[in-house]
């Protein structure tokens, strides 16, 4: 079996990505015309994790002109696929390619009723920063957290 590698995702993966979404959330699903829109944005990057030809998971950031500030705006993994290290692949490509595009943050929100990814975030030193009442569709509440991204090798820190 091959080892698992990171990949921009291309338009070929968006049936993959939307049974990705449909079984890791119950509510506030990304759209096919979401994905094909986001797939094609400037403000946007996915990432998805394959063996393969197998898409296992992908991650989905955010981000804004201006801002240092980059989100994940969502992060899924077949479920067959746990606990193989794939998630923090994902998320470790993820702050990867925040520090690229210029960022020194990166933001997310996660369901309180969602301890697995919780504690994901923590493990890989996110610091909480609130609880956000009603943030989901269901009416669930939201942990918001936030990681301040160490500088890329050889670059020159801001002052």
Same mark, same amino acid.
Do not use: Q
């Given at each position: 079996?091959?080892?698992?590698?990171?990949?921009?995702?291309?338009?070929?993966?968006?049936? @993959?990505?939307?049974? +990705?979404? #449909?079984? $890791?959330?119950?509510?506030?699903?990304?759209? %096919?015309?979401?994905? /094909?829109? *986001? =797939?094609?944005?400037?403000?946007?990057?996915?990432?998805?994790?394959?063996?393969?030809?197998?898409?296992?998971?992908?991650?989905?950031?955010?981000?804004?002109?201006?801002? @240092?500030?980059?989100? +994940?705006? #969502?992060? $899924?993994?077949?479920?067959?696929?746990?606990? %193989?290290?794939?998630? /923090?692949? *994902? =998320?470790?490509?993820?702050?990867?390619?925040?520090?690229?595009?210029?960022?020194?943050?990166?933001?997310?929100?996660?369901?309180?009723?969602?301890?697995?990814?919780?504690?994901?975030?923590?493990?890989?030193?996110?610091?909480?920063?609130?609880?956000?009442?009603?943030?989901?569709?269901?009416?669930?509440?939201?942990?918001?957290?936030?990681?301040?991204?160490?500088?890329?090798?050889?670059?020159?820190?801001?002052?």
């Amino acid at each position: 079996m091959r080892s698992p590698t990171v990949r921009a995702a291309s338009s070929s993966d968006i049936d @993959r990505l939307l049974e +990705l979404e #449909s079984a $890791a959330f119950g509510s506030d699903r990304l759209s %096919r015309r979401s994905f /094909t829109r *986001l =797939l094609r944005a400037a403000s946007a990057a996915c990432r998805v994790i394959a063996e393969g030809r197998a898409v296992l998971g992908y991650a989905l950031l955010l981000f804004r002109a201006g801002s @240092r500030v980059a989100r +994940l705006y #969502s992060l $899924a993994l077949d479920a067959g696929h746990r606990g %193989r290290g794939l998630a /923090t692949a *994902l =998320l470790a490509d993820a702050e990867r390619l925040a520090r690229r595009r210029g960022c020194d943050r990166l933001r997310l929100e996660v369901r309180v009723d969602n301890p697995a990814a919780v504690r994901l975030y923590e493990r890989s030193g996110y610091a909480f920063r609130g609880l956000v009442e009603g943030y989901y569709a269901d009416g669930a509440a939201a942990r918001r957290y936030e990681k301040r991204l160490a500088a890329p090798s050889g670059a020159i820190p801001s002052t």
